[in-house]
Nanobody, 124 residues
C-alpha cells in the first residue's frame, strides 16, 4: 500500500521561501504521477502542480514562475520549492499519487493515495 508523508511546512513572511517534501513508500512501479494540492480554510482543494512519470512538470497559473516541483525517483521523494510566497499561498498542502502513464490529472478525485498534509502560513 502506498503511503505518503509531507514535511517542510511552516510560517514565513511574504516574499520568503519554503521547500516541501513528500516521502513515498510502498510504490509498486515507476509509472506514476505525483501532484501537490492545497486547501485554504473554507475553500475547496486546489491543484497546484504535477510531475508525470516522464518527469514533465505542470503548474497552476497562480504559482507558475514561483514554485518548482521535482522528484527524486531513487528516493521516491517529491519536492515543492516555493519562492516569493504570498499570503494567498496560505493553505494545507497535500501530496497525492496516481499510477499511470498519461500526462497528469488535476482533479483531486482522480488520486487514490494522499498524505496527511503540511501547513504553510504566509504572513504579510
Amino acid at each position: 500500500q502506498v503511503q505518503l508523508v509531507e514535511s517542510g511546512g511552516g510560517s514565513v513572511q511574504a516574499g520568503g521561501s519554503l521547500r516541501l517534501s513528500c516521502a513515498a513508500s510502498g510504490i509498486g512501479n515507476s509509472n506514476y504521477c505525483m501532484t501537490w494540492f492545497r486547501q485554504a480554510a473554507g475553500k475547496q482543494r486546489e491543484w497546484v502542480s504535477s510531475i508525470t512519470s516522464g518527469y514533465t512538470t505542470i503548474y497552476a497559473n497562480s504559482v507558475k514562475g514561483r514554485f518548482t516541483i521535482s522528484r527524486d525517483g531513487a528516493k521516491n521523494t517529491l519536492y515543492l520549492q516555493m519562492n516569493s510566497l504570498k499570503p494567498e499561498d496560505t493553505a494545507m498542502y497535500y501530496c497525492a499519487l496516481r499510477y499511470g502513464s498519461r500526462n497528469y490529472w488535476s482533479s483531486a478525485g482522480d488520486y487514490p493515495f494522499w498524505g496527511p498534509g503540511t501547513q504553510v502560513t504566509v504572513s504579510s
